[in-house]
T-cell receptor, first 107, second 118 residues
């Protein structure tokens, strides 16, 4: 079993749609959680941290359920510029990356 | 957040040769990390480079194939030795970085080196 598993996608949605990504992790001792965004042929960049209380940054909402070892990312009112691969990242002793979920937002 | 300059950005190399990738950070960092990302795959940690000591390699990666240097707190190199087509991948360096407005630490990445071995 992979340490971090994500919806493989791809997700193809129209502009303005709401889309949700899920991620599960296997290491119950994990301490920090993140969503990264990776554009085609670019390096991953931090999108947001994920906290147990849930956190929001504009159109993006992240949730963490430690009991279920589950992380989610919700994107509201999708924009064309949201098209990218979204990586779920979990930190225990080191950082572990999911394989990513590819999102394409279409006009 | 930290700014990392990584080069080369891409290269096409002959099998059997070696390529050295450099990463320069604009601040002093204790650890630097080297990752590989194969097409459609997640990032895989190759090794952790510590200043003043030998790098720590992950399972499946060995020093003879991926020698690492860490001469100071702002610089590191990764060499991909005796390359074969299976080494074609994106190689990324990264450093631990405080998340803006938060108390936890994420990673900031260099722009990556896209390596093709022919």
């Amino acid at each position: 079993r992979k340490e971090v598993e994500q919806d493989p996608g791809p997700f193809n949605v129209p502009e303005g749609a709401t889309v949700a990504f899920n991620c599960t992790y296997s290491n119950s001792a994990s301490q920090s959680f993140f969503w990264y965004r990776q554009d085609c042929r670019k390096e991953p960049k931090l999108l947001m941290s994920v906290y147990s209380s849930g956190n929001e940054d504009g159109r993006f909402t992240a949730q963490l359920n430690r009991a279920s070892q589950y992380i989610s990312l919700l994107i509201r009112d999708s924009k064309l510029s949201d098209s990218a691969t979204y990586l779920c990242v979990v930190r225990g002793l080191d950082m572990r990356f999911g394989a990513g979920t590819r999102l394409t937002v279409k006009p | 957040s930290a700014v990392i300059s990584q080069k080369p950005s891409r290269d096409i190399c002959q099998r059997g040769t070696s390529l050295t990738i450099q990463c320069q950070v604009d601040s002093q960092v204790t650890m630097m990390f080297w990752y590989r990302q194969q097409p459609g795959q997640s990032l895989t940690l190759i090794a952790t480079a510590n200043q003043g000591s030998e790098a720590t390699y992950e399972s499946g990666f060995v020093i003879d194939k991926f020698p690492i240097s860490r001469p100071n707190l702002t610089f590191s190199t990764l060499t991909v030795s005796n390359m074969s087509p299976e080494d074609s991948s994106i190689y990324l360096c990264s450093v631990e970085d405080r998340v803006q407005g938060a108390t936890n630490y994420g990673y900031t990445f260099g722009s990556g080196t896209r390596l093709t071995v022919v």
